[in-house]
């Protein structure tokens, strides 16, 4: 083995530009990209809503039933016009992940766009290098797919939002991350299941990443079912669990109780309406309880689902990004943990845009992914 030496202070200087006095300092990359876009930078970066203090108000934020029509269920099941425009598509593991090579996602036909939904509903995450997208045009993307989601605590590109910042160095000054607690994305989780129709597809974009380290990796919530015993399926099936939200809020009637999560209840396995597919829907995060049993028995159970996920390496992709890069992931069906092994000593910056889907559902008739490829599932 070749010992390599630490990459010099000097050569990441160059990648910063300042934004304005007293303020974090913007990596070049994002800086020209988002000026190229229009966006405007001289009031500060990034913009931050008006934070909710409390907890009643953030629940009732889109505290609706509503439809939603899935764009995967309205796509040709051939994919033939996303497909054949591609210069390559590469499937990166046999159970999650597909990069498309050659294709520029502002330029997708509204017929590509339904096609995509599909490939990401079936593949679980999709990428693409290379790309020239503004922040208006990922946000105008995520519309096809969904209703895009407001956060309103999370901050957003200025003028855009629903745009959200992903910027470890923005997060480290409010709560510093360490190589024994890199926290944050940091672990594996699940986007915004507090939500009453929680995240369909989401889009990052990466215009800043290290040159080592910070890859993403995603976990198939199909595959992490089929993992499971026939008999230990039937356990859990139609089953239900309290769902908690990543922010806190005060109650109102009692703010001196301190900060309280959202909670939502939703099923445990679910189906996704475009593949037809039963996925498990469960975090080490996020997921705080199955309804109708005791904590302890509860504990046991989520447990060994979120095992499942985390430790079997075959049913997992691990991503390398690239500079100008676009992951789509769907929520419904996987977790994902970004690596924070790089321990912040380059920049990284992107924007998200995540669209919400149904309200999550269970249907005891539905295959797995295997059943539906003609795999062995016992």
Not at 155 to 171: E, K, Q, R
């Amino acid at each position: 083995m070749v010992a390599t030496e630490p990459l010099p202070i000097a050569s990441h200087i160059k990648e910063f530009v300042i934004q304005k006095k007293d303020t974090l300092p913007l990596p070049l990359a994002a800086r020209t990209r988002l000026e190229a876009a229009g966006i405007d930078l001289s009031h500060g970066y990034p913009e931050r809503p008006a934070k909710p203090l409390f907890l009643d108000d953030a629940i009732s934020i889109r505290n609706e039933d509503r439809p939603h029509i899935d764009a995967g269920a309205c796509a040709d099941k051939s994919k033939s016009a996303l497909l054949s425009a591609a210069k390559e598509v590469i499937h990166l593991t046999k159970n999650i992940g597909t990069e498309i090579v050659g294709l520029q996602l502002k330029d997708l036909t509204g017929q590509q766009r339904d096609e995509l939904a599909l490939l990401i509903a079936e593949r679980s995450v999709v990428f693409f290098r290379d790309q020239d997208i503004t922040p208006q045009q990922q946000k105008e993307l995520g519309e096809h797919f969904g209703e895009v989601e407001i956060h309103p605590q999370a901050p957003h590109v200025p003028g855009v939002p629903g745009v959200t910042i992903i910027w470890p160095a923005l997060m480290a000054t409010e709560r510093k991350a360490s190589f024994r607690q890199p926290g944050g994305a940091s672990r594996w989780h699940t986007d915004l299941v507090h939500e009453k129709h929680p995240a369909g597809i989401t889009h990052l974009h990466n215009d800043t990443v290290p040159t080592v380290g910070g890859d993403t990796l995603w976990a198939s919530g199909y595959a992490a079912y089929s993992k499971l015993s026939p008999d230990f399926r039937k356990i859990i099936d139609g089953k239900y669990a309290i769902y908690t939200s990543a922010h806190t809020y005060l109650d109102r009637s009692n703010p001196e109780a301190g900060p309280k999560h959202i909670e939502r209840i939703h099923p445990i396995v679910r189906v996704h309406p475009a593949t037809g597919w039963k996925s498990l829907f469960v975090n080490r995060d996020m997921t705080k309880q199955i309804v109708g049993l005791d904590k302890a028995e509860s504990d046991v159970i989520l447990n060994y689902l979120y095992h499942v996920y985390e430790s079997n390496i075959d049913i997992q992709v691990r991503f390398k990004w690239t500079p100008r890069t676009s992951a789509l992931w769907d929520n419904r069906i996987t977790m994902h943990n970004a690596s924070w092994d790089y321990e912040g000593s380059e920049p990284r910056h992107g924007t998200r845009v995540t669209s919400l889907a149904e309200k999550p559902y269970f249907d005891p008739d539905a295959p797995t992914r295997r059943q539906a490829l003609g795999l062995d599932d016992d």
